[in-house]
T-cell receptor
Framework: AQSVSQHNHHVILSEAASLELGCNYS??????LFWYVQYPGQHLQLLLK??????LVKGIKGFEAEFIKSKFSFNLRKPSVQWSDTAEYFC?????????????FGKGTKLSVIP | NAGVTQTPKFQVLKTGQSMTLQCAQD?????MSWYRQDPGMGLRLIHY???????DQGEVPNGYNVSRSTTEDFPLRLLSAAPSQTSVYFC???????????????FGPGTRLLVL
């Protein structure tokens, strides 16, 4: 069965610290990869996505992620976090190609940034 | 565009009651879906639809029913509410995927449901 693992349940960082959130997936084919963010009390918003091409993907608000196919990973990074980055982050995966619609989400990682 | 809208924002039900969660989008998206979000579980797909008149089950369909009579609307029905259905429900939509062009899913603001 398809699955997505996010290694950290809760990460606490001080402002200006660097961030890396892990995401590994188990899928038997070509995949599309996503990171979504959910700020407190809000709905999910797309941070970045990977479909094909350059495995280093840049998203909004200074976030980036690197797709490493050999490791089945899509880790999210940000060089310097801000208090406003406090949120829950979800990695999501789907099979690529026409006729594939189901997104499988990881369980999420809560990020708390201390001023 | 309003994007994806959901009503109500919050609902309290008693065990055994039925209700319908509404979802609408004004982007002419063919694909729509319902997820539930529970603490520590991430989002799990309940049902999805790839166009009017076409629906299919996701990961956790039991206790829920859907229909898609128009492109714009995709209501989720709870047939007989149970405490285990206490959750936050998100609706999402995207254009139909064609060829190598993949569309992002856009999420609604959510409905918080409490079943007593």
């Amino acid at each position: 069965a398809q699955s997505v693992s996010q290694h950290n349940h809760h990460v606490i960082l001080s402002e200006a610290a660097s961030l890396e959130l892990g995401c590994n997936y188990s899928y038997g084919g070509t995949v599309n990869l996503f990171w979504y963010v959910q700020y407190p009390g809000q709905h999910l918003q797309l941070l970045l996505k990977y479909f094909s091409g350059d495995p280093l993907v840049k998203g909004i608000k200074g976030f980036e992620a690197e797709f490493i196919k050999s490791k089945f990973s899509f880790n999210l990074r940000k060089p310097s976090v801000q208090w406003s980055d406090t949120a829950e982050y979800f990695c999501a995966v789907k099979l690529a190609g026409a006729g594939s619609y189901q997104l499988t989400f990881g369980k999420g990682t809560k990020l708390s940034v201390i001023p | 565009n309003a994007g994806v809208t959901q009503t109500p924002k919050f609902q309290v039900l008693k065990t055994g009651q039925s209700m319908t969660l509404q979802c609408a989008q004004d982007m002419n998206h063919e694909y729509m879906s319902w997820y539930r979000q529970d603490p520590g579980m991430g989002l799990r797909l309940i049902h999805y639809s790839v166009g009017a008149g076409i629906t299919d089950q996701g990961e956790v369909p039991n206790g829920y029913n859907v229909s898609r009579s128009t492109t714009e609307d995709f209501p989720l029905r709870l047939l007989s509410a149970a405490p285990s259905q206490t959750s936050v429900y998100f609706c999402a939509s995207s254009r139909t995927i064609t060829g190598d062009f993949e569309e992002t899913q856009y999420f609604g603001p959510g409905t918080r449901l409490l079943v007593l």
